[in-house]
């Protein structure tokens, strides 16, 4: 046992080497050393308990600042380490530093092996009994780090007002292995991250705690003490650190945390009479750490660069006020009866003194108050007043014993007088022990009633405070619920109408696709009509060609008819009517020849300008067509970007639906719960001496937490039918976008095909314009030769007059009519080349003419078998799709059975972690070390081996009232 004293916190600095960073951004080594306790930084000067330089190993670090520790914890004391200071200062690397390196471990390792070794050379009458607990702040809350599903845990106060955090897990320990694996363990899920100052950034408060519990065998003395490991996340300064997103989350909430600390160490070195311990969860945790009952050592770590020469000054004035503050330790010791009985003896002789001191300082102040004059002999004194409390106490003693004597002389009683006195006595004294007795169990039971009463107030009150926090979440829930519902609504309005604008459009693309069908037939017919003229050209070639050949053979009979009259006038043999009679037959069927070739060219050219017309009509009406076109895919366009715009966002909302519904879900399920808690704790609170009524409240309740369920799954059930309504609602919207599309390209790859037809056809249109031109220029040839041909019959027929009157003297001239008929048959020969060469170029037309069409009817297969190959590869697209969709649906349903499954499974063994079952605490003897299993059930015995007859494990069950010896 001890008496309270007071102590400094002591803060000591270490200051770490210039990084690669720093060194290549060529920063100053801003801190200057004055012994060993003293740093210069901007030419002030800073004292701790002791400052570290940049070259100081772990194990200097280790043996001046925690190794005194080790010592004072196990003799029942409370300590607490914890490092400070800005992001990437060192902090998490003095604390823990390579766990399992020798040379680089840090404080943490270091004094988990310490303990074991002190333990090991105590006496070997004490029994150890070792847990700890790992846990981090992250965002400002209480996360488990050796159970994940803990992730807000809560602070409380125990009956000697020390806050714990109430549900954390504890694990028993009985060698630093066991201890080391737990902190592996721990480290694998605290959260970390990468930042422009440090690759590996702690981005939580952890702690890591040691509770260590001794028993005297011999003497029954029970000690206990803890010790707080802590390792603080740095402040931060964004503009430095380039945190983003979550990253700069976890910054704001480290920054005002350390704020906290700060605003507390503030407080305590100003002495002032409120202490903000409750603004943040970690200033609560280490309450007893800072101005209480705790032997604390801070490690200020710094950077000694001068890029960050503000924060290191920051730190060096926090470390500077932490010095001041002063706590209050004493031993926690759990009292054995024989303890608490002397101190009862104590505590009341004290009281009687101070009664005492009561008493006479009433008296005098009576005294004076009546105006009397206390002399200064009668006056309050100490001594005095202890003197006569103690004779007063020695005359009532006196007192006491003298009536028994006299009893004992005067008496005279009979022996069964007597006897009947002593037995009514002894069945008085037994009758006082049992009240005594009784009196005592009421107490205590009074006192535990009043302990349960108050914790269940502060449980009911944390109750309903939770309920009514809960009570206004689920309306807020509620309200966000009800707007997606209408903004649901929306939606689903806006996809009708989307529905009912894409039914339009599909009715309008239809009717284009009908009138596409009907210019593709008035196409089909105007190529037939064209194919039909075709043939008529052929034909009137093979007649232009049979009129030459005739014309050319007429020509060389009347040549010939002419050569003959002239030689039958030379030799005066004339046989004029027979050779004019021919002359006329051939020169009339010429002429019928020519009238009939005539008539055809004009029925041609009449021809032609029909079909020109019609390629005009056709050619305005696929304009137009293409205009409509064009028109109905910007349409097109603009709906499927609706479309794609509303389904996104109809995904967002389901999303959002869906996230909501599990927070209703998860927060009506609470609710559940702490109705049903409530009710119970009203009911014991009610009926707290009715054991009866219990199964029936238990009962009550249980039908009420039934109820509730069903109807939440009632719920359930009916927004999962409606969410499956939705997606199957967008799923077919989705299919009929699709075909929208499909039926978009179908009709993109009709029109680019309309398109190259028209081209094609507007080419061989021009090819037949400038055909006919060329029949133009032949006609008007053929005009040209009917008009000579007629002039050559006329010029015939003047010289059979001349033959007939002038033979005498055309016999004389014979000569000069040879010249004559020589330079007429050149001319025709002249002009007949002239035709000879026209109709070899209609010739050389009309050929390809005739190559183009036998091409374009060559084509035509081609493109209706790649038409058919097209329309079969979208079928087997749209099968294709079909079967995708119905198997992601299967893969989908298939997944959320999984993740259900999952769930389930996670939930039943979080359960069963949490199950009730006791835990082994195995006992620590010291002068021994642990065997070679840590897991062996017995306890540890000297010499280091096994004994036959070892001792069971210790079972952790209630432990006995604790107090702290003051």
């Given at each position: ?13 270490r200051?770490?080497p ?41 194990e200097?670090v ?20 914890f ?58 809350k ?21 806050p ?78 380039g ?41 609560r ?19 000694p ?5 503000s ?6 004035l926090f ?11 004493c031993?926690?010791?759990e009292?054995?009866?024989?303890q ?15 009664r ?29 007043a ?27 009683f ?13 069945k ?28 269940q ?57 009908k ?17 039909s ?78 079909l ?13 067509n ?40 998860s ?26 009524t ?24 009916s ?5 499956d ?7 077919d ?33 021009h ?18 030769l ?12 003047n ?35 002239f ?10 037309v ?15 297969p ?6 058919r ?15 995708a ?17 999952i ?5 039943s ?8 079952s ?18 062996h ?30």
């Amino acid at each position: 046992m001890a008496d309270p004293a007071e102590c400094n916190i002591k803060v000591m600095c270490r200051f770490r080497p210039l990084n690669e960073a720093e060194m290549a951004r060529g920063d100053k080594y801003v801190a200057k050393f004055q012994g060993e306790d003293t740093v210069i930084v901007a030419s002030k000067p800073y004292a701790f308990d002791r400052v570290f330089q940049s070259s100081t190993t772990q194990e200097q670090v280790y043996n001046d600042c925690a190794k005194k520790i080790v010592k004072d914890v196990l003799e029942g004391y409370n300590g607490t380490i914890f490092a400070y200071g800005q992001t990437s200062s060192g902090k998490t690397h003095t604390m823990e530093g390579k766990l399992h390196d020798p040379d680089g471990m840090g404080i943490i390792p270091r004094i988990v092996q310490d303990i074991f070794n002190y333990i090991y050379s105590m006496d070997e009458n004490l029994e150890f009994h070792i847990k700890v607990s790992y846990f981090e702040i992250y965002l400002d809350k209480i996360r488990d780090l050796l159970d994940v599903s803990k992730t807000n845990l809560s602070v409380h106060e125990d009956k000697n007002r020390v806050p714990y955090v109430k549900g954390c897990t504890e694990r028993f320990v009985c060698s630093p292995d066991e201890v080391m694996d737990t902190i592996d363990e721990g480290k694998s899920n605290r959260h970390v991250a990468v930042t422009n100052m440090n690759e590996h950034s702690s981005r939580s408060h952890s702690i890591f705690l040691i509770n260590v519990k001794q028993e005297n065998t011999q003497t029954e003395q029970k000690l206990s003490g803890k010790l707080y490991l802590v390792d603080l996340a740095g402040s931060e300064k964004v503009s430095k650190t380039g945190a983003e997103g979550a990253v700069l989350d976890e910054a704001k909430n480290i920054n005002k945390s350390l704020s906290a600390l700060g605003n507390v160490i503030s407080a305590l070195a100003e002495s002032s009479t409120y202490v903000p311990y409750r603004d943040s969860k970690m200033t609560r945790i280490l309450q007893d750490s800072l101005g209480g009952n705790c032997r604390t050592t801070i490690v200020i770590c710094c950077s000694p660069s001068s890029y960050n020469e503000s924060e290191t000054k920051s730190t060096l004035l926090f470390g500077q006020r932490a010095k001041t503050i002063k706590n209050t330790v004493c031993v926690n010791v759990e009292l054995t009866a024989e303890q608490w009985k002397k101190k009862y003896e104590k505590e009341k002789e004290k009281n009687k003194t101070l009664r005492n001191t009561i008493q006479w300082l009433e008296n005098e102040l009576n005294r004076w108050r009546n105006g009397e004059t206390v002399p200064v002999d009668e006056q309050f004194d100490k001594e005095k007043a202890n003197l006569e409390a103690f004779a007063v106490d020695k005359d009532i003693t006196v007192i006491n014993d003298k009536p028994a004597a006299t009893i004992g002389v005067t008496g005279n009683f009979t022996d069964a007088e007597r006897r009947k006195c002593e037995e009514e006595i002894a069945k008085l004294y037994k009758q006082l022990d049992d009240k005594d007795e009784e009196i005592n169990q009421q107490s205590q039971l009074v006192e535990k009633l009043k302990t349960q009463m108050l914790d269940q107030e502060e449980l009911l009150a944390s109750t309903r405070r939770d309920q009514d926090n809960l009570q206004a979440e689920l309306n807020r829930l509620q309200a966000e619920n009800d707007a997606s519902k209408e903004e649901v609504k929306e939606v689903l309005q806006a996809l009708e109408e989307l529905a009912v604008n894409y039914d339009q459009k599909s009715q309008e693309v239809e009717d284009k696709a009908k009138e596409y069908e009907l210019l593709s037939d008035e196409l089909n017919q105007k190529s037939a009509t064209l194919a039909s003229i075709d043939a008529e050209l052929q034909k009137l070639k093979e007649m232009t060609n049979h009129q030459k050949k005739r014309a050319t053979e007429m020509m060389a009979s009347l040549l010939k008819d002419l050569a003959e009259i002239g030689i039958a006038v030379g030799n005066n043999d004339v046989k004029q009517p027979e050779g004019t009679g021919m002359i006329d037959e051939e020169f009339t069927v010429a002429r019928l020849y020519i009238s009939k070739m005539k008539s055809e060219v004009k029925t041609m050219v009449k021809r032609c300008k029909q079909l020109e017309s019609t390629q005009a009509e056709s050619n305005k009406k696929m304009e137009e067509n293409e205009k409509e076109l064009a028109a109905c895919q910007l349409r097109i366009s603009q709906h499927e970007a609706k479309i794609k715009s509303l389904t996104e966002y109809l995904q967002n909302v389901e999303q959002k639906k869906r996230q909501l519904e599990e927070s209703v879900d998860s927060l009506n399920e609470e609710l559940v719960q702490l109705r049903a808690q409530e009710k119970v704790h009203e009911m014991e609170k009610e009926h707290l001496n009715k054991v009866q009524t219990a199964n029936e409240v238990k009962q009550a309740v249980e039908q009420q937490i039934q109820s509730h369920r069903e109807t939440h799954q009632k719920q359930i059930s009916s927004l999962r039918d409606e969410v499956d309504a939705k997606e199957k609602l967008i799923t077919d919207l989705q299919d009929q976008n699709q075909k929208m599309m499909l039926e978009q390209e179908r009709l993109r790859v009709e029109h680019e095909k309309l398109k190259a037809t028209d081209q094609e056809k507007s080419r061989k249109l021009h090819e037949l314009t400038v055909m006919q031109d060329r029949r133009e220029q032949a006609r008007q040839d053929l005009k040209g030769l009917e008009e000579t041909v007629a002039k050559e019959l006329q010029t015939l027929h003047n010289l059979r007059k001349l033959f007939v009157q002038d033979l005498a003297t055309r016999v004389k001239k014979s000569a000069e009519i040879d010249s004559d008929d020589t330079g007429g048959s050149a001319a025709q020969k002249q002009k007949i080349s002239f035709l000879e060469n026209n109709l070899e170029q209609l010739t050389k037309v009309h050929k390809q003419l005739v190559r183009d069409n036998a091409d374009l009817r060559c084509e035509l297969p081609k493109l209706e078998k790649r038409l058919r190959a097209t329309a079969e590869r979208v079928k087997a697209l749209e099968s294709a799709l079909k079967e995708a969709k119905e198997n992601a649906s299967r893969d989908r349903k298939r997944y959320q059975q999984e993740v259900d499954r999952i769930k389930e499974a996670v939930r039943s063994k979080n359960m069963a972690r949490r199950g009730h079952s006791a835990q082994i605490a195995k006992p620590i003897r010291p002068g021994q070390h642990p065997a070679a299993s840590p897991t062996h059930p017995s306890a540890i015995r000297g010499g280091g081996a096994f004994p036959q007859n070892s001792q069971p494990v210790a079972v952790r069950g209630g432990g006995g009232r604790q107090d702290k010896v003051c």
